[in-house]
């Protein structure tokens, strides 16, 4: 079944051209014009992911990635104008999964649009990884505490599993990059920080105080084996 697709974009010929495009790559594409107009889209039926622009006339993109993320971990792709790193840093601590900068080749779009959908779709065995109160589902994409899940973008929950999957060893950030190669986020140096900072607010008792994915001065982080 084609993957449906919201598109909330205020610019018509934006909208429409790229409708258009991912139409015709298979995909079913709804359009809305407004924040909250996509909003109400969203609470009413479902879509696979979300191609959601910064600047709308009702209200900041970044309002509309937060509200979604109260409720769901739809898939998030961000468009805007700037193209400024902490522009992006502000986007990925909204909850967005990507992040493209206006103007854009709509191969790229698509690229980067198909890569945070097979990421969701999971192709992972479906084994659980344990670590004391915390469970990592592959096969369901999923992280739980207590066995209540936490929402966590698919970019974070990849991150995520790659920490996990090397318990105990320090992962620098380069390595964790090398790790998600193929992943649509560029690779910025704060790009790491600012993910495991939400992966964190997600898992840890106190994020400030950290217990399961530690910092290391100097080195990158490690998921600790031995957990509460």
Same mark, same amino acid.
Do not use: W
């Given at each position: ?23 015709q790559a298979g995909f079913r594409?709804? /359009? ?5 107009? &996509?909003? @109400? +889209? ?6 696979? $992911? #979300?191609? =959601?622009? %910064? ?84 096969? /369901? ?5 207590? &066995?209540? @899940? +936490? ?6 929950? $990849? #991150?995520? =599993?790659? %920490? ?43 994020p400030k105080h950290p217990r ?5 001065r100097g080195a990158g982080y ?7």
């Amino acid at each position: 079944m084609a993957a449906r697709i919201l598109l909330i974009e205020d610019d018509p010929r934006l909208a429409e051209m790229v409708s258009e495009y991912l139409g015709q790559a298979g995909f079913r594409v709804s /359009a809305a014009g407004s924040g909250k107009e &996509g909003l @109400e +889209r969203l609470a009413r039926e479902p879509f696979d $992911a #979300l191609v =959601l622009d %910064l600047t709308l006339p009702d209200m900041d993109g970044l309002e509309v990635c937060r509200q979604l993320r109260a409720r769901a971990d739809t898939p998030v792709l961000m468009l805007t104008a700037r193209g400024d790193a902490m522009d992006r840093v502000v986007g990925l601590e909204a909850g967005a999964d990507d992040y493209l900068p206006k103007p854009f080749e709509p191969r790229e779009l698509l690229a980067r649009l198909r890569a945070i959908l097979r990421r969701r779709s999971g192709s992972e065995a479906g084994d659980v990884l344990r670590f004391g109160r915390v469970e990592i589902d592959r096969g /369901a994409r999923a992280l739980r505490l207590d &066995g209540a @899940e +936490r929402p966590l973008t698919g970019y974070q929950f $990849a #991150l995520l =599993l790659a %920490l996990a999957e090397n318990a105990g060893r320090v992962m620098s950030r380069d390595a964790l990059m090398d790790r998600l190669k193929g992943e649509p986020l560029e690779a910025f140096d704060r790009s790491i920080d600012v993910h495991v900072s939400r992966i964190r607010q997600a898992l840890e008792d106190d994020p400030k105080h950290p217990r399961r994915i530690l910092t290391v001065r100097g080195a990158g982080y490690v998921f600790a084996k031995a957990q509460d």
